[in-house]
């Protein structure tokens, strides 16, 4: 793929008399750049294509991208910025424009980072490479305590914008691109009822009976068979926006392979090992990682955190793959939090259907994976505890507990299961180990430890 490099990131900070600097052994550095291709929209569907081109004002696909690395000091303390933080002009990477009372929250109390904004790479070795997207309407920079945990393990993290598909993210010349109305609105396209195949309808009674299922007894053709062609077939609209996350994180891949050449004369040159490429996600990020990774020769294993997959019947999962998802209870508690009936029996419902989505789900991944299939539940974690990992927005807030205890004790050993080239045998022994104790998670079905 052809495609032009535009890089917008601040000078390296030059250490000058009289700042003050801190020098340590162990420091991490990010820096924000932005890629532009001119051809990446050209296999889209015609309709994405018209709705991208108007948004951006020319055929020309933006990103903006984030990476975060090992670096070495001396630092300028000054650099040290608030989780959250996007740009000099932009403090927080929140929509201002979106009534959500959160921009509000993290302005009153920031909680200042561990990460150096353009702190000069450490590219004595070559690292292996975390590609991270975020959820629809997010930012890349939501998970940040979550990507200095994997720098200091030995990763390198590249968190993907994707462009009008994010709450907020900087382009070329300063240009702020938002959530576009008309991709949103082609997102949620279902097809009409009346042009839906009446034969393959995932109706209530082939639900119940996916959802009665044990785990890992294979159902009928028939069944895998509708519930795929609802969550895909049946929705265009979902099918087309994968395509578009899919073809930006290959574009991105594309563009670290020329920052990583040696003639190129990048500051990070050296510093990916792309021959070790993991894709993490959260929502729809989570799915589009997974498909990604599918796809990618190079890349070695994917982690969703909750997101529904428009998976076509007979996309198989090629590589190890984890998938989370949230906990029941904790859902429904947020969307009662934010509004929904309190009714006993509306919520009893409520609990059933999402319980069922997630086994009718979990079915499909299991009849998939062609490999490692790990599938977890934290406990008292909602959809959007997986993200927004700068501020504990409610009492289900991400924070120490939810980061150290539960994703970081389950997705750490699986991404060096198969990302981290020593001592393989004895990290799948540990990994199988946690798994068993299950403390903080719920473990819905897994194929690898025996």
């Not at 709450?167 to 300063?174: E, F, H, M, R």
Request: with cysteine; net charge neutral.
């Amino acid at each position: 793929m052809r495609f032009f490099l535009i890089v917008y990131v601040i000078p390296l900070a030059l250490v000058l008399i009289g700042l003050t600097t801190v020098a340590r052994t162990e420091v991490i550095g990010a820096q924000r750049f932005v890629l532009s291709s001119p051809d990446l929209i050209d296999d889209l569907t015609p309709r994405m294509q018209a709705i991208l081109t108007r948004a951006n004002g020319s055929r020309a696909r933006d990103l903006m991208i984030r990476i975060w690395y090992p670096a070495t000091g001396p630092v300028q303390k000054a650099n040290r910025r608030h989780y959250g933080f996007h740009s000099d002009d932009i403090d927080f990477a929140v929509n201002p424009d979106e009534e959500h009372g959160i921009l509000a929250k993290l302005r009153k109390r920031p909680r200042r980072s561990d990460t150096y904004q353009n702190a000069a790479p450490d590219v004595s070795r070559a690292l292996p490479v975390i590609l991270y997207s975020h959820g629809n309407g997010n930012a890349a920079e939501a998970n940040e305590p979550y990507f200095e945990d994997l720098v200091r393990r030995g990763y390198v993290v590249v968190s993907i914008g994707h462009s009008f598909a994010a709450g907020l993210v900087t382009l070329q010349d300063g240009r702020v691109a938002k959530m576009d109305a008309d991709l949103q609105e082609y997102f949620d396209f279902e097809l009409p009822e009346n042009q839906r195949d009446p034969e393959r309808l995932f109706d209530e009674i082939a639900a119940d009976e996916l959802a009665a299922l044990p785990l890992g007894q294979r159902p009928r053709d028939a069944l895998l068979d509708r519930y795929h062609y609802m969550v895909a077939e049946a929705r265009p609209g979902s099918r087309a926006y994968l395509a578009l996350w899919v073809a930006d994180i290959e574009f991105v891949l594309t563009a670290l392979e020329e920052f990583n050449a040696a003639s190129s004369g990048h500051a990070l040159a050296g510093l990916f090992d792309l021959s070790r490429i993991g894709a993490v996600g959260h929502s729809f990020g989570g799915a589009a990682s997974r498909h990604f990774c599918d796809r990618e020769p190079r890349c070695k294993v994917s982690i969703n955190m909750d997101g529904t997959d428009p998976a076509l019947r007979g996309e198989s999962i090629v590589n190890p793959h984890m998938r989370y998802y949230f906990d029941v209870d904790a859902q429904i508690a947020q969307e009662v939090r934010n509004g929904a009936s309190r009714d006993r029996e509306f919520l009893n419902w409520v609990h059933r259907l999402f319980s069922q989505r997630q086994r009718h789900e979990t079915h499909a991944m299991i009849a998939a994976a062609q490999d490692d299939l790990v599938v977890l539940s934290p406990r008292k974690i909602s959809h959007l505890d997986f993200t927004l990992g700068w501020r504990d927005l409610h009492r289900y807030g991400p924070g120490k507990r939810f980061w150290g205890r539960v994703i970081g004790r389950t997705s750490f050993p699986f991404l060096d299961l198969h990302l981290m080239t020593r001592a393989a045998r004895k990290k799948h022994e540990d990994f199988c180990r946690t798994l068993g104790k299950a403390r903080g998670f719920r473990v819905i079905y897994r194929n690898n430890c025996g």
